[in-house]
């Protein structure tokens, strides 16, 4: 039965590295049957991503000590994936909807290859959406006086999941720096591209006073400094004169939830490559 693998790979740039990779996969009887390459030439970095189909299944292990001599040669940061294993996602939101509707209703359809096994929210609201679809709803109150052991429960809830990553599908809640840590590279976020020039309450609002012409989202990984992690992915709107401020309000949520839906997409199919705080996405 045929088995397929996702390569992933960040190295100094050097010259042949795509030789020796797909001669490896030649000699282990793999077929690329897509391949992504970039050549960071300010940084002298080199970004690879590989599908690779095998006609029959492979031993993981064995494939990956096979490499990892390449690896070495190399000074390679690499993975393997295999496709058939199915990442596991943990959803997180406060009390708005429009996100976690729209990745439900993705997921349902299969565009979304993934599993969820909990939903968790600070608050009730969200309750009967989430187990109307089968799906476990933990609710997890933040007391505003004191958070520790509101996410002391919650990390224990995302570990009990088997969680690969957490995405923040407008949670409103800022997470602790241990949480950013334990899962560094690993929970993605969305909100408006106002930051840091309407931040607080009611962005759209404080948008249309300023009478801004674009409005936006971006998805990115939550690091230990407020909403200034890697971007994976954006999108913008522009805005007339005719545009009354519930019109922002609304193209808002129509660009958050795609913007979402895309950047978790490409973390599902091993798309994005980090190096520092910046991106390489073979989308």
């Known amino acids: 039965m045929a088995h397929s693998y996702r390569l992933v790979v960040s190295c100094p740039d050097q010259v042949g590295i795509v030789s020796r990779v797909s001669g490896f996969i030649a000699a282990q009887g793999g077929s690329i049957t897509e391949a992504n390459q970039h050549s960071d030439l300010a940084t002298g970095r080199f970004f690879m991503r590989y599908e690779i189909r095998f006609a029959s299944s492979v031993d993981d292990e064995i494939l990956r000590i096979a490499f990892a001599p390449i690896a070495e040669t190399f000074s390679m940061d690499w993975a393997f994936h295999d496709t058939q294993r199915r990442k596991r996602i943990v959803l997180m939101v406060s009390r708005a909807s429009h996100c976690l ?16 096994p909990c939903v968790i929210s600070n608050h009730e609201d969200l309750r009967d959406l989430v187990e109307w679809h089968g799906i476990d709803f933990h609710h997890i109150p933040v007391p505003a006086a004191d958070k520790t052991h509101a996410f002391e429960e919650t990390q224990q809830r995302i570990e009990a999941a088997r969680a690969d990553a957490v995405v923040l599908a407008r949670y409103m809640q800022i997470l602790p720096p241990s949480l950013c ?17 309407f931040a607080g309450a009611r962005p759209y609002h404080q948008a249309y006073e300023r009478g801004v012409k674009l409005i936006g989202a971006t998805c990115h990984y939550v690091t230990q400094e407020l909403d200034a992690g ?34 978790l997409r490409w973390h599902l199919e091993d798309r994005v490559l980090i190096h520092g705080n910046k991106t390489v996405v073979f989308a």
């Open 181 to 197: 840590e334990r899962y560094a590279d690993r929970v993605i976020n969305i909100h408006h591209s106002f930051l840091p020039s």
């Open 101 to 116: 509707v729209d990745l439900l209703y993705r997921w349902k359809a299969g565009e979304l290859d993934c599993d969820i």
């Open 230 to 263: 890697p971007i994976i992915e954006q999108d913008v709107h522009r805005i007339s004169h005719c545009h009354t401020a519930q019109d922002l309000v609304r193209f808002g949520r129509d660009i958050e939830k795609t913007v979402l839906a895309r950047g």
